[in-house]
């Protein structure tokens, strides 16, 4: 597997295909029965939906390149939030 580490510039959905426009390079990843086919992680490990991505984060990719077509299996994306265990709001009544 090839690794890249590149920015989203924009991110366009359609029936066929989510694709990630980026600085060096455009990720076309297929979508199936309304499902999209690839793996997409924080830095931490969680696993994570499309929707986490958002223009200009920096993600690194995985993938493979078959007959001079790259098809991304993984992407990983740095951690926007952290969340605390203990909330600040919480108060016994």
Sequence with gaps: ???????????????????LECK???????????????????TTKDLVGYTYLEENDIIK??????????????IYVNTKYTFNSESSDSETI
């Design 1 to 19: 597997m090839n690794i890249i580490t590149t920015k989203i510039k924009e991110i366009k959905i359609n029936d066929k295909y989510l694709s």
């Design 24 to 42: 060096d390079i455009t990720f076309n990843i297929k979508i199936i029965n309304g499902t999209i086919d690839i793996i997409i992680k924080t």
């Design 61 to 74: 990719v995985l993938y493979k390149k078959e007959n001079n077509t790259i098809l991304p299996k993984k």
